[in-house]
């Protein structure tokens, strides 16, 4: 947060979440915030959005102990979000003809939604490694079922899993894919070429051809980098190439990219204050 930012916790018509303000009066433009499946409410990169002038809300729609039903589905739906949406139209504070939609991994599905179902209009939508429709899910946005079918999962020599042919989309219900082409707003589709855990490459041709057919290709931005893999974060958060999925019934590690890079190590420098890089294991 930058010095001036204001932290406001959301817990408001069913809301769960947290609501970044720049410093000042506004009217700002403003960003809804939504993470993947880990689930919680992950703040950082709202912080970081009200740190550069857009007020920033970031909701919880699974994993918190605030929401309703189990925490390990999303027991809320399209109507969740459209009132998340209408709380930052409402906002004082808030230009509420300058609305974003950012959501990365499973947040992409909701995002999605809300631009092709719920009937609002962001003014813009950021995707990142995610996919245009999900099997988990009813017709209202909300989980039919406690765990995906694991036909299309793969597993490594070690037994960590991947879940990229899940989102496959000539492996996705055809019921569930989003009406990309009904989407009347800028979308920019972040790709991580190494992805293990979306097939985010193949969900971006299937948005970007979509939206050529209906005559909106001036509104598909791609950015797309080789290398990387699903988790793309904010600067300097650490990321892994595996790491713990669940642990019950049975302890489940996932992959989220294909190569694994190396991780510099620190030395102290001797007599001096500092470190430096030293080598890469």
């Known amino acids: ?3 001036g930012v204001r932290r406001i916790e959301i817990r408001q018509n069913n809301i769960v979440g947290t609501l970044f303000l ?3 009066p506004g009217p700002f433009p403003a960003m809804l915030d939504l993470w993947g499946m880990v689930g919680g409410l992950l703040e ?3 912080a970081l959005f009200a740190s550069r002038g857009f007020a920033s809300l970031s909701v919880a729609y699974m994993g918190h102990k605030d929401l309703p039903g189990p925490q390990h589905i999303m027991s809320v739906g399209d109507s969740y979000f459209k009132s998340a949406f209408q709380l930052l139209q409402d906002h004082c ?3 509420a003809d300058r609305i974003g939609v950012i959501g990365l991994s499973y947040g992409v599905v ?3 939604r809300i631009a092709t179902t719920i009937g609002f209009k962001p003014s813009c939508l950021i995707c990142i490694n995610g996919a245009v429709g999900s099997p988990l899910l009813d017709e209202d946005g909300k989980s039919k079922m406690f765990e995906s079918d ?3 999962w793969e597993f490594d020599d070690r037994g960590y899993v991947s879940f990229r042919n899940v989102s496959l989309p000539d492996n996705l219900p055809p019921e569930s894919k989003r009406k990309v082409e009904n989407i009347t707003c800028p979308l920019m589709y972040i790709v991580g070429e190494d992805d293990l855990c979306t097939a985010s490459t193949e969900n971006a041709d299937v948005i970007e051809e979509a939206l050529r057919s209906a005559g909106k290709s001036h509104q598909f ?5 080789p290398g990387a893999g699903h988790l793309i974060e904010p600067p300097y958060t650490p990321c892994s190439r595996a790491s713990l999925w669940k642990t019950k019934p049975e302890k489940l590690f996932t992959l989220w990219e294909v190569t694994p890079h190396p991780t510099l190590l620190l030395k102290k420098m001797p007599g001096r204050g500092s470190w430096s890089l030293w080598k890469p294991i």
């Open 221 to 225: 931005t791609r950015l797309s980098y």
């Open 93 to 95: 504070q808030v230009d």
């Open 150 to 152: 694991q036909k299309h």
């Open 1 to 3: 947060m930058a010095p």
């Open 22 to 24: 720049p410093p000042g």
């Open 110 to 112: 909701p995002t999605l």
């Open 44 to 46: 950082y990169r709202s």
